[in-house]
């Protein structure tokens, strides 16, 4: 299957900092989309991006489907604790199939 | 109402043994999927039915077979179960068409002794 590698891998910061997060494919792809997987749970949708340089945001999360189509981005705004968990993107170019990324792990210290 | 449910959330077993895992989802989805993931919490994609016919099956053991009674059910039986099967399975499902992404279940930790 195709790799999307995340980066970082994992992120320790204190509450309220902003947080910044990529993936990065060698594929052209479609569509992008961000889930977060709390502990002990699956992963939810976030965020949906569906054409190149758009912008979306949902309260403090805002992503980017980058220029390339090879990459996207996601930031967090004024990190709270409940934003701990491990965050993914997927990305899709052959219908309905998304590929997942290496995750990135976010810790936000009180 | 759960949208993914799946059963058992916990699975502990001895190796050789077969087991099963239920999924089932109440969103009236084309597509569903059985993902495993790993220690290292990378998630891998095993198999997808749509409309009762297998489209994905990467290269996973044939221990491992899904079934699918109807559309809104996808069970995942392993057979002669190994330690290396240890992991986390999650289901889930979409809608055909790229704008809805999967929605997950919450996961089957199963545990191989």
């Known amino acids: 299957g195709q790799q999307l590698n995340q980066s970082p891998q994992s992120m320790f910061i204190q509450e309220g900092e902003d947080v910044s997060m990529n993936c990065t494919s060698s594929s052209i792809f479609n569509t992008w989309l961000w889930y977060k997987q709390d502990p002990g749970e699956g992963p939810v949708l976030l965020i949906a991006?569906?054409?190149?340089?758009e912008l979306t945001s949902n309260g403090r999360l805002t992503a980017q489907f980058g220029i390339t189509r090879k990459d996207s981005f996601l930031n967090i705004s004024a990190s709270i604790p409940s934003d701990v968990g491990i965050y993914f993107c997927a990305g899709e170019n052959t219908g309905n199939q998304f590929y997942f990324g290496t995750g990135t792990s976010l810790t936000v210290i009180p | 109402d759960t949208a993914v449910s799946q059963t058992p959330k916990y699975l502990v077993t001895q190796m050789g043994n077969d087991k099963s895992i239920k999924c089932e989802q109440n969103?009236?989805?084309?597509?569903m999927y059985w993902y495993k993931q790993d220690s290292k919490k990378f998630l891998k994609i095993m198999f997808s039915y749509n409309n009762k016919e297998l489209i994905i099956n990467e290269t996973v053991p044939n221990r491992f077979s899904p079934k699918s009674p109807d559309k809104a059910h996808l069970n995942l039986h392993i057979n002669s179960l190994e330690l290396g099967d240890s992991a986390v399975y999650f289901c889930a499902s979409s809608q055909e068409g790229r704008y809805y992404g999967y929605t997950f279940g919450s996961g089957t930790r199963l545990t191989v002794v």
């Open positions: 969103l009236g989805h084309d597509t």
């Open positions: 991006l569906y054409k190149a340089g």
